[in-house]
T-cell receptor
Framework: SAVISQKPSRDICQRGTSLTIQCQVDSQVTMMFWYRQQPGQSLTLIATANQGSEATYESGFVIDKFPISRPNLTFSTLTVSNMSPEDSSIYLC???????????FGSGTRLTVV | AQSVTQLGSHVSVSEGALVLLRCNYSSSVPPYLFWYVQYPNQGLQLLLKYTSAATLVKGINGFEAEFKKSETSFHLTKPSAHMSDAAEYFCAVSFQGAQKLVFGQGTRLTINP
């Protein structure tokens, strides 16, 4: 299965600022996803990162708040913009290969907004 | 809409006892089902997956799960719990053509010595 490097592993940020999270995969993958895990909660899909086109966002998530890039089949970034304490969560990158259905997750980015 | 329900947000068992974590799904099409484990301060690790082959699926660390279509269930079991099994467990589902995962609420497993 693919190996994911997600950076940073954690950060403490001031409200009103932005943080960009990187997801690097060691092989080309068909699908890349970004999830949010709020404290003590399950995982919620933010968006599907599409290579060469705009990301597909889930209900309740918008591009202005969570812009996503995916310039190639091995790399994606998620930016959390204009942060507030409510954005304090773990953000996880996930990848999948078409036909395999064994989605792999990165180790996550633990974000605290103060 | 498709969904996943995990019965019991917290399960506590004694070391050596049977582990049973429950997961039920709702779907109008055949699902693909997954169990993931999350250790403290770590990402998610795939335990096992069902993708329409054998209904009894064996995973890592001695875990297994059985897909029961009539009961719309995919419960996770392990015959004998070990202290290292203490973690958060998530059941998830994806559907043909949809690709994305929908997660259950999670079950925190505690192992008592």
């Amino acid at each position: 299965s693919a190996v994911i490097s997600q950076k940073p592993s954690r950060d403490i940020c001031q409200r009103g600022t932005s943080l960009t999270i990187q997801c690097q995969v060691d092989s080309q993958v068909t699908m890349m996803f970004w999830y949010r895990q709020q404290p003590g909660q399950s995982l919620t899909l933010i968006a599907t990162a599409n290579q060469g086109s705009e990301a597909t966002y889930e209900s309740g998530f918008v591009i202005d708040k969570f812009p996503i890039s995916r310039p190639n089949l091995t790399f994606s970034t998620l930016t959390v913009s204009n942060m507030s304490p409510e954005d304090s969560s773990i953000y996880l990158c996930s990848v999948g290969v078409s036909g395999d259905y064994g989605y792999t997750f990165g180790s996550g980015t633990r974000l605290t907004v103060v | 809409a498709q969904s996943v329900t995990q019965l019991g947000s917290h399960v506590s068992v004694s070391e050596g006892a049977l582990v049973l974590l429950r997961c039920n799904y709702s779907s109008s099409v055949p699902p693909y089902l997954f169990w993931y484990v999350q250790y403290p301060n770590q990402g998610l690790q795939l335990l096992l997956k069902y993708t329409s082959a054998a209904t009894l699926v064996k995973g890592i660390n001695g875990f297994e799960a059985e897909f029961k279509k009539s009961e719309t269930s995919f419960h996770l079991t392990k015959p004998s719990a070990h202290m290292s099994d203490a973690a958060e467990y998530f059941c998830a589902v994806s559907f043909q053509g949809a690709q994305k995962l929908v997660f259950g609420q999670g079950t925190r497993l505690t192992i008592n010595p």
